[in-house]
């Protein structure tokens, strides 16, 4: 077998046994499956371009999460990605550890995050990295990704704060 077939072997199987963890990542931080499917789609690509430096390294997630993250940002700062077009919350698909209402108030209130907080919870709490990891991830100091994912906590208990008693209200009635 020759190293390009190699290589692609690898590759695949790589993709095969990661691409799913690699979609939720993406989802968490955008808040859309169509999106999160374009951004696993460009680091796949990204990460197919580097496979034989990145492979031998050990460092593939790690490579794809920040293209996924940066990919993102990059995305964002686009003007005509500012508009919105068709139905908000048609993919939202619930953890299965949480309720349906839970699952909702989390991912509503992770979508009014800022861009960089979301990127920071993500990384932090969903890829379980370090504060160290995530600031190389985001190219950042680990100064700003503690200060970022403070605030990014308290405006996420606010938020789901807020909805508790709104539905604990509903209930009540």
């Known amino acids: 077998m020759s190293r390009r077939h190699a290589r692609a072997d690898e590759f695949v199987a790589y993709v095969d046994a990661r691409r799913g963890y690699l ?13 999160a ?7 796949l690509i990204k990460l197919y371009a580097a496979w034989p430096r990145i492979h031998t390294d050990g460092a593939e997630d790690a490579y794809v999460r920040r293209i996924i993250v940066r990919a993102h940002l990059d995305e964002k700062r686009r003007p005509w990605r500012r508009e919105r077009i068709g139905l908000d919350g048609i993919d939202a698909a619930a953890p299965e550890t949480l309720s349906l209402e839970d699952s909702d108030a989390l991912i509503g209130a ?7 907080q979301r990127a920071t919870v993500v990384l932090r709490y969903w890829c379980g990295l370090s504060v160290e990891e995530t600031a190389d991830d985001l190219g950042c100091t680990t100064g700003t990704v503690k200060s970022q994912t403070a605030r990014a906590m308290a405006g996420l208990r606010a938020s789901l704060s807020t909805d508790d008693v709104t539905t604990t209200e509903r209930r009540s009635r």
């Not at 499917?37 to 680091?43: G, Y």
């Open 23 to 35: 979609r939720r990542v993406a989802y968490l931080v955008c808040g859309d499956w169509h999106a």
């Open 37 to 43: 499917e374009d951004l696993v789609q460009t680091a």
């Open 110 to 116: 992770l979508k009014a995050l800022p861009q960089r």
